[in-house]
């Protein structure tokens, strides 16, 4: 068996997605939070996410902000716009408002969303429209 220095293990376990970040219950943070592992929140974010894996917003977790990730799984309450390059699973304890951008979108029965849904077979970080055009008809 060769021994491994601590540099080496943190590289195996961040390359394996054996590590993860978590913002306990109780925690509020203010700003943007960007991480290339898995990231649970139980606290809140007033703020953006960006993260390369997943995000898990457990029950009592809650975010006013956008999120950018890879896939995400909502337990929580969420306000802003998500952009979700995979899978997008609203749990039945989700309380949803804003738009959301997702090749897959599955909603459990009981899960409060409102807003909007974009769902393409493209990467919808890449598929966004960054000026859309609004046409308005009168009405008589």
Do not use: W
Not at 21 to 37: D, H, Q, W, Y
Not at 50 to 76: P, R
């Amino acid at each position: 068996m060769m021994a491994r220095t601590r540099q080496e293990e943190i590289q195996i376990n961040n390359g394996s997605g054996g590590v993860h970040n978590v913002l306990a219950g109780g925690t509020i943070v203010t700003g943007t939070i960007m991480t290339e592992s898995d990231f649970r929140l139980d606290g809140r974010i007033e703020g953006d996410i960006n993260c390369k894996g997943k995000i898990v917003i457990g029950h009592k977790g809650s975010i006013s902000g956008n999120i950018i990730s890879d896939s995400a799984e909502i337990l929580g309450t969420v306000e802003g716009t998500m952009r979700i390059k995979e899978k997008l699973i609203f749990k039945s304890s989700a309380n949803i408002k804003g738009e959301v951008y997702s090749q897959t979108l599955e909603i459990e029965p009981g899960a409060n969303f409102n807003g909007t849904c974009t769902m393409s077979g493209k990467n919808p970080l890449e598929t966004i429209d960054k000026n859309p055009k609004i046409s308005m008809t009168p009405i008589d």
